[in-house]
């Protein structure tokens, strides 16, 4: 029977591959020297390089197809979707974020105040001729930070769903994949 792996086991162990697989460098020179022969440290050369190479490879096609496998269970569980959500919310949040951050518009009447002083200034004096307001006054800003603390909360839900979807789901790993992580001592 195939062995099967947590979508949470799936993900760490992809990781894990991409790292081990950045790390192996494949070193296509040799030294020569007069002490040695040519021929044999060429040899010896290109085995440790074909060696590595077969490592890189093996990492590589286990690591992709544990992605692919990964990637259709997201999308039939709904895993897919609710990440999608989570991306939407954040980026949702950053605008009221970036809206609750500025000072909130002054009342009207003080409003009016500054522009009757821009009026009575006279021609001679150098000084602005206009003063920038927020469009948002403290009840707007209070409403953001609410809506802020709301989409935190779905937010959390869906977090929730997830681990717990990651925690149920699995995918199968083929004969090939099992070895290579078993070599690997990941599983």
Not at 95 to 119: C, G, H, M, T, W
Not at 133 to 158: A, C, H, P, R, Y
Not at 162 to 170: D, M, Q, S
């Amino acid at each position: 029977m195939a062995k099967k792996i947590t979508l949470r086991k799936s993900a760490a162990i992809q990781k894990e591959l991409f790292a081990r697989a950045n790390n192996l460098h494949i070193e296509t020179g040799v030294e020569i020297n007069e002490f040695v022969r040519p021929n044999e440290i060429i040899e010896t050369g290109l085995r440790e390089v074909l060696d590595n190479l077969t490592h890189k490879q093996d990492l590589l096609t286990t690591l992709y197809a544990l992605r692919a496998k990964t990637g259709v269970v997201n999308a039939k569980s709904g895993i897919s979707a609710m990440l999608a959500e989570q991306e939407r919310l954040k980026h949702t949040m950053t605008i009221y974020r970036n809206f609750v951050s500025d000072r909130p518009r002054p009342e009207l009447f003080e409003i009016q105040k500054r522009a009757e002083k821009l009026q009575e200034q006279t021609e001679d004096r150098f000084g602005r001729d206009s003063f920038s307001i927020n469009v948002f006054d403290k009840k707007d800003i209070k409403g953001f930070t609410q809506t802020i603390n709301e989409l935190k909360k779905k937010f959390q839900t869906l977090n929730d769903s997830i681990l717990e979807l990651n925690v149920k789901k699995t995918v199968e790993l083929s004969a090939e994949e099992e070895a290579v992580l078993v070599k690997e001592d990941l599983i």
